[in-house]
Protein backbone atom coordinates (compact mmCIF):
# COMPACT_ATOMS: atom_id res chain seq x y z
CA UNK A 1 0.00 0.00 0.00
CA UNK A 2 2.77 2.02 0.52
CA UNK A 3 3.52 1.98 -3.38
CA UNK A 4 0.28 4.86 -3.00
CA UNK A 5 2.42 6.98 -1.46
CA UNK A 6 5.19 7.59 -3.03
CA UNK A 7 3.47 10.14 -5.46
CA UNK A 8 3.12 12.56 -2.47
CA UNK A 9 6.52 11.70 -1.19
CA UNK A 10 7.78 12.34 -4.34
CA UNK A 11 5.91 16.13 -4.30
CA UNK A 12 6.72 16.59 -0.30
CA UNK A 13 10.23 14.95 0.16
CA UNK A 14 10.54 15.72 4.23
CA UNK A 15 10.41 13.05 6.91
CA UNK A 16 7.15 14.99 7.71
CA UNK A 17 5.81 13.70 4.90
CA UNK A 18 4.76 10.17 6.29
CA UNK A 19 3.82 11.90 9.51
CA UNK A 20 0.97 14.27 8.08
CA UNK A 21 -0.28 11.55 5.98
CA UNK A 22 0.41 8.61 8.83
CA UNK A 23 -2.24 11.74 10.47
CA UNK A 24 -4.64 12.08 7.70
CA UNK A 25 -5.48 8.65 7.10
CA UNK A 26 -6.64 8.03 10.59
CA UNK A 27 -8.81 10.85 10.50
CA UNK A 28 -10.64 10.06 6.58
CA UNK A 29 -11.72 7.02 8.81
CA UNK A 30 -14.13 8.89 10.23
CA UNK A 31 -16.10 9.32 7.12
CA UNK A 32 -16.84 6.03 6.33
CA UNK A 33 -17.45 5.52 9.86
CA UNK A 34 -19.76 7.98 9.92
CA UNK A 35 -21.90 6.66 6.53
CA UNK A 36 -21.82 3.38 7.72
CA UNK A 37 -23.21 4.22 11.77
CA UNK A 38 -25.79 6.70 9.82
CA UNK A 39 -27.74 3.73 8.01
CA UNK A 40 -28.23 2.55 11.54
CA UNK A 41 -29.51 5.65 13.27
CA UNK A 42 -32.05 7.91 12.72
CA UNK A 43 -30.45 10.65 15.07
CA UNK A 44 -27.70 12.17 13.99
CA UNK A 45 -25.95 12.74 17.06
CA UNK A 46 -25.52 8.79 17.83
CA UNK A 47 -22.90 8.62 14.53
CA UNK A 48 -21.28 11.80 15.75
CA UNK A 49 -20.83 10.56 18.94
CA UNK A 50 -19.21 7.72 17.44
CA UNK A 51 -17.11 8.98 15.15
CA UNK A 52 -15.67 11.07 18.28
CA UNK A 53 -15.38 8.18 20.56
CA UNK A 54 -13.00 6.94 17.39
CA UNK A 55 -11.46 10.09 16.83
CA UNK A 56 -10.30 10.76 20.43
CA UNK A 57 -9.93 6.71 20.97
CA UNK A 58 -6.30 5.99 23.27
CA UNK A 59 -5.23 3.24 20.78
CA UNK A 60 -6.19 5.54 17.69
CA UNK A 61 -3.84 8.36 19.31
CA UNK A 62 -1.10 5.83 20.78
CA UNK A 63 -1.21 4.58 16.98
CA UNK A 64 -0.26 8.08 16.05
CA UNK A 65 2.58 9.02 18.57
CA UNK A 66 5.20 6.94 17.64
CA UNK A 67 6.73 6.30 14.09
CA UNK A 68 4.71 5.40 10.97
CA UNK A 69 2.83 2.40 10.74
CA UNK A 70 1.05 0.70 8.40
CA UNK A 71 -1.71 -0.67 10.24
CA UNK A 72 -2.77 3.42 10.50
CA UNK A 73 -4.73 1.98 6.89
CA UNK A 74 -6.64 -0.62 9.07
CA UNK A 75 -9.78 1.32 9.89
CA UNK A 76 -10.14 3.76 6.99
CA UNK A 77 -9.88 0.16 4.68
CA UNK A 78 -12.21 -1.96 6.85
CA UNK A 79 -14.83 1.25 7.60
CA UNK A 80 -14.96 1.26 3.59
CA UNK A 81 -15.07 -2.28 3.27
CA UNK A 82 -18.17 -2.46 5.17
CA UNK A 83 -19.60 0.51 4.42
CA UNK A 84 -19.93 -1.01 0.63
CA UNK A 85 -21.21 -4.20 2.22
CA UNK A 86 -23.97 -2.60 3.68
CA UNK A 87 -24.95 -0.51 -0.01
CA UNK A 88 -24.15 -3.62 -1.79
CA UNK A 89 -21.39 -1.80 -4.23
CA UNK A 90 -19.48 -4.91 -5.04
CA UNK A 91 -16.74 -3.76 -7.16
CA UNK A 92 -16.08 -1.38 -4.19
CA UNK A 93 -16.35 -3.72 -1.69
CA UNK A 94 -13.72 -5.85 -3.65
CA UNK A 95 -11.45 -2.98 -4.49
CA UNK A 96 -11.22 -1.86 -0.73
CA UNK A 97 -10.59 -5.67 0.00
CA UNK A 98 -7.77 -5.89 -2.53
CA UNK A 99 -6.25 -2.51 -1.13
CA UNK A 100 -6.67 -3.78 2.54
CA UNK A 101 -4.95 -6.99 1.76
CA UNK A 102 -2.00 -4.94 0.58
CA UNK A 103 -1.09 -3.35 3.92
CA UNK A 104 0.39 -6.04 5.87
CA UNK A 105 0.54 -10.39 5.89
CA UNK A 106 -2.05 -10.66 8.53
CA UNK A 107 -4.81 -8.53 6.79
CA UNK A 108 -6.14 -11.62 5.45
CA UNK A 109 -7.41 -12.63 8.92
CA UNK A 110 -9.96 -10.35 9.40
CA UNK A 111 -10.89 -10.46 5.42
CA UNK A 112 -11.28 -14.28 5.84
CA UNK A 113 -13.64 -13.74 8.84
CA UNK A 114 -15.36 -11.26 6.75
CA UNK A 115 -15.96 -13.80 4.12
CA UNK A 116 -16.56 -16.79 6.62
CA UNK A 117 -19.81 -14.28 7.95
CA UNK A 118 -20.58 -13.82 4.36
CA UNK A 119 -20.87 -17.37 4.01
CA UNK A 120 -23.84 -17.55 6.66
CA UNK A 121 -25.61 -14.44 5.41
CA UNK A 122 -27.57 -13.74 2.14
CA UNK A 123 -24.65 -13.30 0.32
CA UNK A 124 -23.03 -16.75 0.17
CA UNK A 125 -21.52 -16.03 -3.65
CA UNK A 126 -19.79 -12.80 -2.20
CA UNK A 127 -18.61 -14.79 0.66
CA UNK A 128 -16.66 -17.68 -1.24
CA UNK A 129 -15.00 -15.55 -3.53
CA UNK A 130 -13.80 -13.13 -0.30
CA UNK A 131 -12.73 -16.52 1.36
CA UNK A 132 -11.03 -17.62 -1.70
CA UNK A 133 -9.34 -14.10 -2.07
CA UNK A 134 -8.45 -13.84 1.98
CA UNK A 135 -6.45 -17.47 1.47
CA UNK A 136 -4.97 -16.74 -1.56
CA UNK A 137 -3.42 -13.84 -0.64
CA UNK A 138 -2.37 -15.44 2.95
CA UNK A 139 -0.68 -18.29 1.64
CA UNK A 140 1.33 -16.14 -1.30
CA UNK A 141 2.20 -13.70 0.95
CA UNK A 142 3.11 -15.53 4.17
CA UNK A 143 4.75 -19.29 2.47
CA UNK A 144 5.86 -17.35 -1.29
CA UNK A 145 6.20 -13.67 -1.51
CA UNK A 146 7.46 -12.78 2.19
CA UNK A 147 9.96 -15.30 2.28
CA UNK A 148 11.31 -14.96 -1.04
CA UNK A 149 12.34 -11.58 -0.36
CA UNK A 150 13.40 -12.01 2.50
CA UNK A 151 15.92 -14.47 1.22
CA UNK A 152 17.24 -11.76 -1.28
CA UNK A 153 18.51 -9.71 1.51
CA UNK A 154 20.10 -12.44 3.53
CA UNK A 155 17.37 -13.21 6.37
CA UNK A 156 16.27 -16.86 5.62
CA UNK A 157 13.77 -17.33 8.35
CA UNK A 158 10.44 -15.41 8.56
CA UNK A 159 8.40 -16.94 11.38
CA UNK A 160 4.93 -15.18 10.67
CA UNK A 161 3.59 -18.37 12.63
CA UNK A 162 5.83 -17.33 15.75
CA UNK A 163 3.65 -14.03 15.78
CA UNK A 164 0.63 -16.40 17.17
CA UNK A 165 2.42 -18.40 19.90
CA UNK A 166 -0.64 -18.08 21.62
CA UNK A 167 -2.54 -19.98 19.25
CA UNK A 168 -0.37 -22.76 19.52
CA UNK A 169 2.96 -24.18 18.64
CA UNK A 170 2.09 -25.54 15.02
CA UNK A 171 0.65 -24.03 12.25
CA UNK A 172 -2.69 -26.68 12.16
CA UNK A 173 -3.15 -25.72 16.24
CA UNK A 174 -2.57 -22.09 15.44
CA UNK A 175 -5.85 -21.89 12.52
CA UNK A 176 -7.88 -24.67 14.37
CA UNK A 177 -7.59 -22.50 17.40
CA UNK A 178 -8.19 -19.62 15.84
CA UNK A 179 -11.56 -21.22 14.60
CA UNK A 180 -12.51 -22.05 17.98
CA UNK A 181 -14.82 -19.86 19.84
Request: hydrophobic letters at 55%; glycine letters at 4%; aromatic letters at 22%.
Given at each position: ?????????????????????????????????????????????????????????????????FYFHLEVFYPLLLFCILLFYTKEKWSLFYI??????????????????????????????????????????????????????????????????????????????????????
Amino acid sequence: IIIFLLPVYYLFQSPYCFVVIHALVCALAIIPLYHLTARYFENRFVPIGICLTYFFSRTVNYGLMFYFHLEVFYPLLLFCILLFYTKEKWSLFYIFIILCLMVKEDSSIPIIGLGIYLLFSSFKKQGIIVVVIGLLWFVMSVELIIPLYRSVIGKVDYGFWSYWYEYGLTQKEIIMNMLNP
